[in-house]
């Protein structure tokens, strides 16, 4: 399995960030960590090689960058405002510096996301703010309500950034196109989470495939086995 390891300067972060590349050709998956994850967690707990048949036979590339939510929503040392803030940065930079350019490589107009735990945050949220660049969004056990992190504080970058506030009222006509996989254990923390997820879809008559895993809790071995078989559904 092919792996390329980039170093570069965002300009988007005013910071220096780092991806993993796993794969020669395929459609590209943007693959998102966990909570304080970087760009190796999902390499280091056996997440990419649980899809290791589809990279190495050149159906996906996955693209693993860092996370910086110990510079947003979980650095309690700054102002909940400037929390949401920098999040609204890092969105911008996925997009600018991350699938735009790999959508002018590769010759197309969308790619995929997926992430465990709050991965799935990320993967949902980007997903729901841009349908227009996002064919399928694979949640694992996701969270999609940044509330908590704030403290009570609450303005555009919130409301834009927390998609069970923003989805209800999104009408882009991409999202009843998008290919949407809500996973999630039986005895899951984020099971109430993916409920409440389902109902806002179910409501806008978006389809989506509700996927909940029966004797299965919120951990490594869960998303180990359901990503190789959404990744079956490209």
Known sequence: MKEQHHTWYSPTLSKDIEMLVFGHAGYPVILFPTTMG??????????????????????????????????????????PSQRAKNHEWYDQFIMNEIVN???????????????????????????????????????MSGAFDIKSFVD???????????PIDFLPGNNHPDLWKMKIILGVGEWDICLEANQKMAQILRDKNIPFWYDVRKWAKHDWPLWRDMFPEYLSKL
Do not use: T
């Open 38 to 79: 970087k760009h190796n967690e999902c390499k280091d707990m056996k997440l990419v090689e649980s899809v290791r048949w589809f990279v190495e036979q050149g159906k996906v590339q996955i693209y693993c960058p860092d996370g910086i939510n110990e510079l947003s929503w979980y650095n309690k040392k700054i102002h």
């Open 101 to 139: 350019p790999i959508c002018q490589d590769k010759g197309l107009s969308k790619v995929a996301v997926a992430g465990p735990s709050f991965g799935g945050y990320q993967a949902s949220n980007f997903a729901f703010k841009h349908p227009e660049k996002v064919s399928h969004m694979f949640s």
């Open 152 to 162: 009570g504080h609450y303005d555009n970058n919130v409301f834009f950034n927390n």
